[in-house]
């Protein structure tokens, strides 16, 4: 009966340790290879033939500021750029929305593209909404109070 006890002991253990592993290559996954090249591309396209540079881009898990967000969708993607063609692109809402689009259909696991003017906090947030729809998040002011928590999905605080 005690060797029972223990090697049922042991097999749970073993199954916590395998799915805690698990849950943790899952969120350190790299992008795929139709991920990585939408997203070589989306970078290609903000640059060409445009005075603005992506100076640096990185991946985000936005579980921490989100209540709830698209199922196995847990990354943001930020395109940081600069160049005196920022802000006309950062104000093109189509142009964003078609690259955030690309983006989040070729990469499973992004549900939002963010594009941010460098050294500033000016940030535009594309994303999945509802019926499968890539759109600009709504914007919240800094006091209001539904700013001071974990965020509705489809919105961002702006300052």
Not at 102 to 120: A, D, H, L, Y
Not at 131 to 149: E, I, Q, S, W, Y
């Amino acid at each position: 009966m005690r060797l029972n006890q223990i090697i049922a002991t042991g097999l749970i253990f073993t199954n916590i340790m395998f799915l805690f592993s698990s849950s943790v290559q899952a969120q350190n996954r790299k992008p795929s290879v139709e991920c990585n090249v939408s997203l070589q591309r989306a970078k290609k396209q903000i640059q060409k033939n445009r005075k603005v540079k992506v100076v640096h881009t990185s991946q985000e898990n936005i579980s921490q500021h989100y209540k709830s967000y698209p199922n196995n969708r847990p990354f943001s993607y930020l395109f940081e750029l600069t160049g005196s063609a920022t802000q006309s692109i950062l104000s093109s809402e189509k142009f964003l929305t078609a690259i955030s689009t690309e983006i989040i259909n070729k990469c499973p696991s992004i549900s939002m593209v963010e594009f941010n003017e460098s050294r500033t906090d000016h940030v535009e947030s594309y994303g999945l909404l509802e019926n499968n729809d890539v759109g600009l998040f709504k914007c919240l002011d800094m006091d209001d109070p539904m700013a001071r928590t974990k965020l509705h999905w489809g919105y961002v605080v702006c300052l």
